[in-house]
Nanobody
Framework: QVQLVESGGGLVQAGGSLRLSCTAS????????MGWYRQAPGKERELVAK???????LYGDAVNGRATISRDVIRMTVLVEVHSLKPEDTAVYYC?????????WGQGTQVTVSS
């Protein structure tokens, strides 16, 4: 059983920055990827950024160049920052942990970017 605790999100002005943090606990195997996805109304869930425990990093196309991800593998914490926010960044953001046993998801946090 894996638990993911998310923090961050809320209302942000366009042009501002967003900081999302997530901590995982429980029975977690390696190798694994930990990161964030988002889902806007009427759209599919998409990758924001994720980082493997070996250091491999992937960014979603929508935030590439505007996001940075860092991870503490020992504390099982991941931090994502997205800069130069746009109204189209408005979505529910979900923390994700992927292992050989499959995906685990956080409960999601709403991010609203006001113009």
């Amino acid at each position: 059983q894996v638990q993911l605790v998310e923090s961050g999100g809320g209302l942000v002005q366009a042009g501002g920055s967003l900081r999302l943090s997530c901590t995982a606990s429980g029975d977690i195997s390696s190798p694994n990827f930990m990161g964030w996805y988002r889902q806007a109304p009427g759209k599919e869930r998409e990758l924001v950024a994720k980082r493997g425990d070996s250091g491999t990093t992937l960014y979603g196309d929508a935030v590439n160049g505007r996001a940075t991800i860092s991870r503490d593998v020992i504390r099982m914490t991941v931090l994502v920052e997205v800069h130069s926010l746009k109204p189209e960044d408005t979505a529910v953001y979900y923390c994700n942990l992927f292992t050989a046993q499959g995906n685990s998801w956080g409960q999601g946090t709403q991010v609203t970017v006001s113009s």
